[in-house]
């Protein structure tokens, strides 16, 4: 009984943690069309990596010549409302089989705000706790 449930065990874990492959597709936006539900950018960089990670993988080479410059289609259900034309946007889907140029985005990421991000508020925090001890110090008289 012992083996067989560590065998299942460990059959389990090695399912759970085998990972779904994405594809991502990296690019600048030529044209949008929100109606349509489809957009074409001018792809910088694809590549494979898991759906768990947002990053793509550093052993991606930029794509050169003729193929960085040829746009691709990419369909998606919906798309952020601050894309615009001329904005870095990233896909997460699989190109399409029958066509090359065409990739279906499951999700698509833009618009990442600029001057660093933070999820935790930790680093809001550590501003607001020097802004006070601050004014702290400078409360009093006069300085000379």
């Not at 069309?33 to 759906?51: K, L, Y």
């Not at 990419?74 to 065409?102: H, I, K, N």
Request: net charge neutral; with cysteine.
């Amino acid at each position: 009984m012992k083996p067989l449930f560590s065998i299942l065990a460990l059959l389990f874990l090695l399912v759970a943690a085998a990972p779904v492959l994405a594809e991502y597709l990296q690019g600048r936006v030529v044209d949008i069309d929100r109606r349509q539900g489809q957009m074409e950018i001018v792809p910088s960089r694809q590549g494979r990596c898991s759906a768990g990670n947002d990053s793509l993988p550093a052993e991606d080479a930029e794509l050169s010549g003729a193929a960085a410059e040829q746009p691709v289609l990419v369909r998606a259900a919906w798309f952020p409302r601050c894309l615009e034309v001329g904005d870095q946007v990233y896909a997460r889907g699989e190109f399409v089989a029958e066509q090359q140029d065409l990739f279906a985005a499951e999700e698509v990421f833009a618009c990442r705000r600029r001057g660093g991000h933070d999820p935790t508020g930790v680093r809001s925090r550590f501003q607001h706790h020097r802004r006070q001890m601050k004014m702290r110090h400078n409360r009093g008289g006069m300085h000379e």
